[in-house]
């Protein structure tokens, strides 16, 4: 099978790294706090198997009704591995839209299942085909905000989409936290959506592997079956916890980085892009040069790593995640000074 190749990850301090949509912000204090009370505790014992703590926490900061309603994941790639293992068998289908997130295709040939991809279409809107259902389609992903556009579906849409499917309907919800809107009431009034959450972007957590799923109970409780005994490990879970104890650095850390965001936006366009409005703490771009891969190349040669990505019958570009203030000067610049030297 072909592999997913995930982002570059370079030796710390080399590069400004703004190419796998981490958070720039070291992650709240208290989070570092629990971190190394956790490291002082009980290591020698296993961990809570279901993470009740973070669930906890977690159905509070979200306004679910409890804690059943989240089952807990060593990153929410491995709640998406659970979900694909739960719902498709050998054989059997899912979808995702295209371009996205490209992992989902992997997962499906773990599986030993077929992935199909429906093209978004005039400017990343999605067709009611997404919503088609058939025999043997048996689960469907929904990145959003979308990678690597920053695009959003709106909540009313997503409603209609699972209304017209018999199976599942996965929305993946990496980069919500950047965005106006976001699925989880729908959680509650639609059978069939389930919801993904990570701290690897907005809590700035990638480092310790932690995400979740939304959904209803007697849903969490069948894919409880399926998932190793001790997926999360006692550092993490107590990590995990305070995050979601942080709600108040979540918001100001959003801010700071939406504004950073607009103005990256702003400041491509001046430089000739088009670029994509985002919802999420990265932006696609498009050079009208084409010479994408010449701007990536570029900009690495000068310690600077954002994200070449080309998608078959599709097309190319740069995806830029949100860096702090400093980054993205620097990559304004490198960027402007690489499309002089086409000139
Ligand atoms: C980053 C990302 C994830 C993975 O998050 P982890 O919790 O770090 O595994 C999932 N889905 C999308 C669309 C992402 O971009």
Known sequence: MKPYTPGEQPPPGKFIKLNTNENPYPPPAAVV???????????NRYPDPVATSFRRAAAEALGLPGPEWILAGNGSDEILTLLVRGFVGEGERLRLPYPSYILYRTLADIQGAAWEQTPF?????????????????????????????????????????ASTLTCPLVVDEAYADFAQQN???????????????????????????????????????????IKDSYNCDAISIAAATAAMH????LADVVTKMNLTRERLTAELA????????????FVWCQHPSGRHAEIYEYLKRNQILIRYMDFPDWGDGLRISIGTDEQIDACLLMISRAIQSFA
């Open 33 to 43: 706090d629990a971190i190394r009370s956790a490291a002082t505790g009980p290591l």
């Open 183 to 225: 699925c989880i009431d729908l959680v509650q009034s639609c059978d069939n959506i389930l919801i993904t959450r990570t701290l690897s972007k907005s809590y700035g957590l990638a480092g310790i592997r932690f995400g979740f799923l939304i959904a209803k109970p007697e849903v969490i409780a069948e894919l409880g079956k």
């Open 270 to 281: 001046e430089l000739g892009f088009r670029v994509t409005p985002s919802h999420a703490n």
């Open 121 to 161: 279409v005039d400017d990343w809107k999605l067709p009611a085909a997404f919503g088609q259902s058939a025999d043997d389609l048996k689960l469907v992903l929904l990145p959003n905000p979308n990678s690597p556009s920053g695009t959003i579906v709106s909540p009313e849409q997503i409603t209609e989409i």
């Open 246 to 249: 942080s709600q108040d650095w």
